[in-house]
């Protein structure tokens, strides 16, 4: 049987469809339907079920996909290890995430596996929201994605990556203002006392937190948006309003005084990062490194 039907055959069951297989493996829809279409007329069973959207893999097709594809992977690992100890082949990883947590986490990191000293890979980046990095992925514009959503399907491998606490923030005289002491161990004032800076005007920091810990909502709108966190902290820091920020983020600022938490709860807003990739690209010796060190690294940033 023909490994180039094969590998087209599990890029399609692990894409779900015949156009994000094709641009994954670089080939036209038609090539891809076409490759398909062969194996289905060796085997004497069809493979997919074609719908609206993408295709669904029958009976047979499950079970083909699930011998097939561990050896594949196998074979993949082997020929990417063999260039991997060639000097002259430096591999490129792509890398996607959202802009603070990217730069402030997982880049100073990796850096550590970059240049002449490091291991081998040099590094490209590209910064988004989670709905934009997973498509990047899925179509193949990146190796490696972090992203706060857990990705459905079979196409892509999530793994847990680290927690981040949030915290209700605001500079020194509005605390003041309010009455309220830094760090108290209390309720925090009622958001109507405060403006508020956020990354959009939906409020997702502080509406998540709202809810979280209060389990209501919060009825102002944003006083300064601006999309970006660590934009966020300079605007709370210089007065303009109390804010939701990663505690990472805003560690060093509370340490220097330049905001103070208005509210400690004692179970504190949590979300989770996951590292993202294709399925089956662990085999590849550069995307595995990457994804090992990163999660190495992810256990000193609690």
Partial sequence: MDLALLRTFVTVHRAGSFTRAAALLGLSQPAVT????????????????RQARGVTPTTIGDELA???????????EIAESGLEHDESVLRTLHLAGPP???????????VE?????????????????????LEGLAAGRHDLAISTVRPRGALLTATAL???????????????????????????????NLPV??????????????ASVYDSRPSASGTVIVPDLRAVLACAAAGAGLAVLPRYLCAEALERGEVVALH???????????????????????????????????VGWG
């Avoid at 680290?162 to 958001?191: N, T």
């Fill in 162 to 192: 680290c927690d981040e606490e949030h915290v209700l923030v605001a500079a020194p005289r509005w605390a003041g203002r309010l009455g309220v002491e830094p760090i108290p161990h209390k309720a925090a004032p009622a958001l109507e």
């Fill in 100 to 110: 603070e947590f990217t730069a402030e986490r997982a880049l100073p990191a990796l």
């Fill in 264 to 298: 400690e709860p004692a179970v504190p807003p949590l979300r989770t990062y996951f590292l993202v990739v294709r399925t089956g690209t662990l085999a590849m010796p550069h995307i595995a490194r990457a994804h090992e060190w990163l999660l190495g690294a992810a």
């Fill in 113 to 133: 596996l970059t240049g002449d000293h490091g291991q081998g890979f040099a590094l490209r980046t590209s910064f988004g929201n989670a709905v934009e990095t």
């Fill in 34 to 49: 076409s490759q398909i279409r062969t194996l289905e007329r060796q085997l004497g069973r069809p493979l997919f079920l």
């Fill in 197 to 210: 800076v956020e990354v959009h005007e939906s409020l997702p920091f502080v509406c998540r937190y709202w």
């Fill in 66 to 76: 699930h011998k097939a594809a561990p050896h594949l992977d196998a074979l993949m």
